[in-house]
């Protein structure tokens, strides 16, 4: 992993740019440093960028496929750009790139509320997908720890996750269909409408999670849920150590219940939290497992009763149970809080590592291991229930030597994760950040189908390239 990079800005416009500027309405097209800049890369740390010749601000798909046809003839690499909220270096610019960004593309389509569907613009922000369809008594479960600010076009280019999906799935599983305007400019509508439908290749899927390397999603067609039906009841508590929260884990997944949530948080995030909230933590407390299970009427109180009892068997202490939506979000208070509280300290590198369930105990007790063998504070949150856990590695940004021992920590997160049958990346998207740990995962025969279809759909490769998936050896058979 290297430090950023960030190169000059051209002072000469480039012909497409020129092009751009006379065939699309007035403002969409941006070349100012400061808008040039904001959009040169997402919220991940550490990933390489470089400053765009120029941004473009989509406001409809005829926009989008002005800017892929002329991209298209001039070779033109395009980073296409939702909210930027990404954490893997998925949306940086390369050199002489056009950043496409689809975030003023915020229309709700259509909201079939018998079908349980709703289409939407790729530039609608989660939570407002979410609370609109709410209206409409539906509910929309993909829910990332970002829903306030990310778009569903960015949630779908990686196949996003979130707390709820330890039991209702990710983001794939509620995308029907979208339209895509491919890297010669064509327009593909894909997927379906119906409850069921098998037609052709599944390439609806095949886009989800590809991270902008064989489309540009420019609206997508979600599956919605009843909202009715559930009813959250919430179970928290402190253990002495990581380990025993992992065998909690360990615990519920064994006993066969399925949580709505399942969420663990370290003591570095909890004293980052109670700092800066001003509350009190107790001082045994080197972990807090937090729990939902929301089936509703006596088999949700049975159960909340049962995860309550295996946390105690595992260790837990101040074992607290919450039934109504004010005491569920104030025992979730310190989920909410721990990422931002953890800024507050220092530059944050979020991992997004993904294990077996039942290998959460030692996956833990070894990251722990890295942090000190490597001189490194890393923090701990992770969707425990589906064994995805985020170490979050904090580390001044100006201090070298740290840089390196974060940097070390970081891969080997990555390795031992992987040796415990894990994969590099559960939820964030390989980017860039994860494609050394993805040329050990993907086999070289893996890598060159990756590569076939990226060929196939994008033949000059200007669909944001070198990112998701690093290239097959030239050995590759």
């Known amino acids: 992993m290297n430090e950023p990079r ?11 740019v020129d092009q751009l500027v006379e065939q699309l309405p007035e403002g969409a097209v941006a070349t100012d440093a400061e808008t040039l800049a904001r959009c ?40 296409p750009r939702g909210a930027g909220t990404g954490l893997s270096g998925g949306a940086n610019a390369v050199t002489g790139s056009i950043v496409l960004s689809l975030e003023r593309m915020r229309t709700i389509i259509d909201v079939d509320a018998e079908e349980r569907y709703a289409v939407v613009e790729a530039g609608v922000l989660n939570d407002e997908l979410r609370r609109y369809v709410a209206s409409f008594g539906l509910w929309y479960p993909p829910d990332p720890a970002s829903a306030e600010i990310s778009s569903i076009g960015g949630n779908v280019a990686t196949n996003a996750g979130g707390i709820c999906c330890v039991k209702y799935g990710v983001t794939r599983d509620y995308v029907l269909g979208m339209t895509v305007v491919t890297a010669s400019g064509e327009v593909a509508h894909l997927g379906r409408t119906t409850a069921k439908g098998v037609t052709g290749y599944d390439l609806t899927a095949l886009m989800v999670g590809s991270e902008g390397t064989l489309g540009v999603i420019v609206d997508v067609t979600v599956r919605l849920r009843p909202l009715a039906g559930r009813q959250e009841r919430a179970v928290v508590g402190y253990f002495a150590s990581l380990e025993d929260a992992g065998h909690a884990v360990a615990a519920v997944t064994a006993d066969g219940i399925v949580p709505s949530a399942l969420e663990l948080i370290d ?29 509703v009427g006596e088999v949700g109180e049975v159960l909340a009763e049962r995860l309550a009892d295996l946390m105690v068997s595992a260790g837990g202490a101040q074992v607290e149970r919450a039934a109504t939506p004010a005491e569920v979000a104030r025992l979730f208070a310190a989920r909410r809080l721990a990422y931002s509280a953890l800024e507050r300290v220092g530059p944050v590198l979020t991992e997004d590592v993904c294990v077996p369930r039942r290998a959460v105990p030692e996956a833990l007790a070894r990251i722990e291991t890295i942090a000190a063998e490597t001189d490194t504070l890393i923090a701990n949150i992770a969707h425990a229930g589906d064994g995805n856990l985020h170490p979050l590695i904090v580390v001044d940004d100006q201090d070298e030597e740290a840089m ?29 950040l994860k494609l050394p740990g993805a040329m050990g995962e993907l086999s070289p025969v893996v890598r060159s189908m990756h590569q076939a279809v990226k060929d196939a759909l994008d033949p000059r490769g200007v669909l944001n390239p070198g990112k998701a998936f690093p290239p097959p050896r030239p050995d590759a058979s």
């Open 6 to 16: 960030t190169e000059e800005r051209a002072t000469a416009a480039h012909p497409v």
């Open 40 to 79: 040169s890369r997402d919220a991940a740390t550490w990933a390489d960028f470089a400053e765009p010749l120029a941004v473009v601000f989509a406001r409809s798909i005829d926009d989008v496929v002005a800017v892929m046809r002329a991209a298209s003839a001039h070779e033109i690499p395009v980073i």
């Open 267 to 295: 003591r570095t995030c909890l004293q980052a939290v109670a700092e800066w909230q001003g509350w009190d933590l107790p001082d045994d407390a080197r972990a807090l497992l937090l729990a939902t299970v929301d089936e």
């Open 404 to 432: 390196a021992r974060a940097a070390t920590a970081f891969a080997r997160i990555v390795e031992e994760c992987r040796a415990l049958g894990g994969t590099v990346t559960g939820e964030h998207g390989v980017g860039l």
